[in-house]
């Protein structure tokens, strides 16, 4: 799908992209390694620990286990740290490292105690950019975290940094340049470059060669019990007469099964919780010629980073960053038309009280680009804007809300 800008004054179709400018940065080699800067590494990642410790004093280089966040408060308070540069690199194949987020989340709640503090996020290849394909899709949860944290606690300077190859030189080019310094909005860092993304109204140009829906096409929407989804089941049963095999964390969808027949299509329901890989893997094993996949599954559970309990952060997590790559697993190297990925304008725009909606977002946007960049499938994300009358959000606490921040409601129509 490619991205073209428009006049402000076609607003009954406009969309937005996301746009990269690309500014020459000064190559750097030395690290900042005074007494006031700590670099955190997760405990499980010990090459990422290893080639860290070949460039900087060892006093500066710090394991995080699950239970360390009171270690580092101490750190801080004690020993004058004023920064604090968390580095992961998570292989996709491993999954989400639940016990490596949680030590983190717990690290940024204990330091939330403090006041002024400089916290750099690096990943590498987390995002999609037109720097690189994307490899380490886990990593986009620490950098959605982040993202809303610079939101919640404004005394702090958050910067999200995902290299675009793990070295010494791209690594004090980041953390020594001022275009790092964004409000926590990522930036990408390449060899003398920095990547900076803006949203940019455009319209949807369509892609020769595109198959779209096929009449009678065999599509998989996950998350089908939702308002978008089971909108989205019942416009394929009338529009294309399509069979669908529907899933969700429910036990049964016996109405919207109801009314796909009637609509003319045809539906089977599968119970599935997409943060079971094994179960995951089970359903394309009995469904192996689906033409098309959507993932419409989210949770929400609305607090912000201070006030936010562990659980609501790993229930966010699972169907959209468990569940997404869990799915990219199951469905890597198998013939489809497309994979299609909805998600949210959250990955975008932060807004405080949803960094663990934020983080899942940003991580489904990842592994779409991984699928697309790196596995080769045509993988299409939508980041959704607010839908005031179908779904999750669709009440009158949400739509004030929305009202507050000058966000208009997306119609079923």
């Not at 329901?269 to 089970?282: G, I």
Request: charged share 20%; aromatic share 8%; net charge neutral.
């Amino acid at each position: 799908m490619n991205f073209e800008p428009v006049p402000y004054s076609h607003v009954e179709s406009m969309v937005y992209g996301p746009h990269w400018e690309r500014i020459s940065i000064e190559s750097e080699s030395n690290l900042p390694t005074g007494s006031g800067c700590l670099y955190v590494v997760p405990a499980a990642q010990q090459e990422t620990f290893a080639r860290l410790a070949a460039w900087i004093p060892a006093s500066r280089l710090y394991r995080l286990l699950l239970d360390d966040g009171g270690k580092i408060l101490h750190l801080v308070q004690s020993a004058g740290v004023e920064r604090i540069v968390f580095v992961s690199r998570t292989p996709w194949l491993d999954g989400i490292d639940n016990d490596s987020i949680l030590g983190f989340f717990r690290m940024i709640k204990a330091l939330s105690k403090t006041g002024h503090l400089r916290l750099d996020i690096v990943t590498v290849n987390s995002i999609s950019s037109p720097a690189a394909a994307v490899t380490h899709p886990a990593d986009a949860v620490y950098m959605g975290l982040a993202q809303t944290l610079a939101q919640e606690i404004t005394s702090w300077d958050v910067t999200c940094i995902s290299l675009t190859a793990f070295s010494k030189v791209q690594l004090a080019s980041a953390l020594n340049s001022r275009f790092s310094l964004n409000g926590g909005a990522p930036v990408v860092i390449s060899e003398g470059s920095c990547w900076r993304r803006r949203m940019v109204p455009a319209y949807l140009a369509e892609e020769a060669g595109a198959q779209g829906f096929r009449e009678q096409g065999s599509y998989l929407i996950i998350g089908a019990n939702g308002g978008i989804g089971g909108m989205l089941a019942r416009y394929l049963a009338r529009r294309y007469k399509a069979n669908l095999i529907l899933a969700g964390r429910r036990a049964e969808a016996q109405t919207l099964i109801r009314d796909i027949e009637v609509l003319g299509g045809h539906a089977v329901y599968e119970q599935l919780d997409l943060s079971d890989p094994v179960a995951t893997q089970s359903i394309f094993d009995r469904h192996p010629n689906m033409n098309g996949v959507v993932h419409s599954a989210l949770v929400l559970d609305d607090a912000s980073v201070i006030n936010m309990g562990e659980a609501s952060l790993m229930s966010v997590l699972r169907p959209k960053a468990h569940g997404t790559v869990n799915l990219a697993k199951a469905i890597r190297g198998r013939e489809m038309d497309f994979v299609l990925l909805f998600s949210s304008i959250q990955s975008y725009i932060s807004n405080p009280g949803q960094a663990n909606y934020t983080a899942a977002c940003v991580c489904k946007d990842a592994v779409g680009g991984l699928l697309r960049d790196a596995l080769m499938m045509n993988a299409k994300i939508i980041n959704w804007g607010f839908w005031g009358n179908v779904g999750i959000v669709a009440s009158e606490t949400y739509r004030e809300r929305m009202k507050k921040l000058e966000i208009g409601s997306i119609e079923a129509e």
